[in-house]
């Protein structure tokens, strides 16, 4: 399988490395004076100039959600990038929280860090990140794929997202769909598969070789990213420690966890000091669990706290991009240096795209290894009720949006 995989990881360097195309930025205002730099950059000239879609054109509550057929039809701007025809779209937290204005400041400077943008707006906005569908259209430098192919992959939160008809996203980020599942069951998994990965893998340093016999507990492990990576830890052998609340237990037992907490029950921090200590602990919860959680560490052992509720973005909002960049490099260099001095290493997880580690998951996904965890599903006319399941809370698992054309109000 590791020779699989090394094959797959160097098909996409070879695609890539042999292209003489340099990547550049195409100017963005007038973009129809510009159609014949699009036409260059792309494998076929671009049919259609509008496509179904939901967007919003402020911040806001539900109202602000708003079909429309007219949205603008998505085009290939890097000759890395290629346009796939939506099936079915997976919505996440952050999608409630970017549909509120979380992150504005600092996502729209990642959209348009030159301030080149012809509206100097991010308006109008499509939310979804994850995407399950079918290559329409290729870049000039794409050769590890092709129109036709099936794909999934997780859309950064910079970019316009999966909740219309066609999404634009780089061949870097893409990576062929597991066989075994539709594409509806395929849109559960990138986002949170991306940020798991990222978070344990990246930052936690955990890998296929050396989690065994690894002890990991999960905190907010009956949701997306917990119930993604049970799975994962436990197909490379780790031992899962996993909280939810009562009635998820079933469900994070069934995944593969080893011993569940309840924390509903009262004294979760007592519950987990009295098992053995660990040797990673990813926190889907924050708050207040920062306080007892790093303690259950194993000291002077290499062994860390990976959270992913991180006040990176809210610091953006609310002090600007440099103050905010500022608190936030002080925040976490204080606690890690805290942490560092108790013997445990105290660490930020963060989402970051990447076809390659999705490569990996769907080997692990066609092995039986990895399962989706499909909360509910809604259609594409579906979208303002899909938004108000996840902002009820409580997830067990993610929730999923069917594209079919035509299938709006
Ligand atoms: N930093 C990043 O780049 C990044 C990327 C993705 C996600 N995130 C963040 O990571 C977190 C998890 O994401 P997600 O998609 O898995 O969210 P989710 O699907 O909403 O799951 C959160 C889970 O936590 C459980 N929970 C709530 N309070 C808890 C507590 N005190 N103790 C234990 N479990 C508790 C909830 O279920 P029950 O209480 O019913 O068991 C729920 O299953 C979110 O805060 C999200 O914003 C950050």
Not at 208 to 233: E, H, P, W, Y
Not at 246 to 272: I, K, M, P, S
Not at 315 to 334: C, E, F, K, P, W
Request: glycine fraction near 10%.
């Amino acid at each position: 399988m590791i020779h699989k995989i090394g094959i797959v990881a160097c098909s996409r360097w070879l695609c890539t490395s042999h292209s003489k195309s340099v990547v550049m930025r195409i100017p963005v205002s007038g973009a129809a004076g510009h159609g014949s730099y699009f036409k260059m950059l792309s494998t076929s000239p671009t049919r259609q100039t509008v496509m179904p879609a939901w967007v919003i054109d402020k911040y806001g509550s539900n109202d602000v959600l708003r079909f429309t057929k007219n949205a603008s039809f998505p085009m290939i701007r890097y000759p890395n990038e290629v346009i796939v025809k939506v099936h079915a779209a997976g919505l996440n937290p952050i999608d409630l929280s970017m549909r509120g204005g979380y992150g504005a400041a600092t996502l729209s400077m990642k959209r348009d860090p030159l301030n080149i943008m012809q509206t100097g707006s991010e308006f109008p906005l499509i939310l979804g990140r994850d995407v399950s569908g079918v290559i329409m259209e290729c870049g000039l430098d794409v050769g590890y794929f092709k129109p036709g192919d099936e794909v999934w992959a997780a859309i950064p939160p910079w970019k316009q997202g999966s909740l219309a008809e066609f999404v634009v996203v780089s061949g870097n980020e893409v990576s062929l769909k597991p066989k075994s599942l539709s594409h509806t069951e395929a849109a559960v998994i990138p986002y949170v598969a991306a940020t798991a990965w990222s978070a344990l893998v990246n930052t936690g340093g955990l890998n296929k070789d050396n989690c065994a016999k690894k002890r990991i507990l999960i905190i907010g492990a009956s949701g997306g990213v917990g119930t993604f990576a049970i799975q994962m830890v436990k197909a490379w052998g780790g031992h899962v420690t996993a909280t939810c609340s009562q009635n998820a237990e079933g469900l994070v037992r069934g995944l593969g966890a080893d011993h569940v907490v309840d924390y509903t029950t009262g004294d979760v921090a007592g519950q987990l000091k009295a098992l053995e200590k660990f040797d990673l602990i990813l926190d889907n919860v924050g708050g207040d669990t920062e306080k007892w959680a790093l303690g259950l560490l194993k000291p002077w052992s290499g062994a860390k706290y990976v959270t992913l509720v991180t006040p990176f973005l809210l610091n953006t909002d609310t002090l600007g991009m440099a103050d905010g960049m500022l608190q936030t490099g002080v925040t976490i260099a204080s606690k890690a240096l805290k942490h560092l001095s108790k013997g445990v290493h105290y660490r930020w997880g963060f989402f970051a795209p990447s076809g390659v580690a999705l490569d990996e998951v769907c080997e692990m996904v066609d092995a039986g290894q990895i399962r989706p965890v499909v909360e509910e599903q809604f259609t594409f006319a579906q979208v303002p009720q899909a938004f108000l399941k996840l902002e009820k809370g409580h997830a067990r698992g993610k929730t999923v949006v069917n594209i079919v054309s035509g299938d709006t109000q």
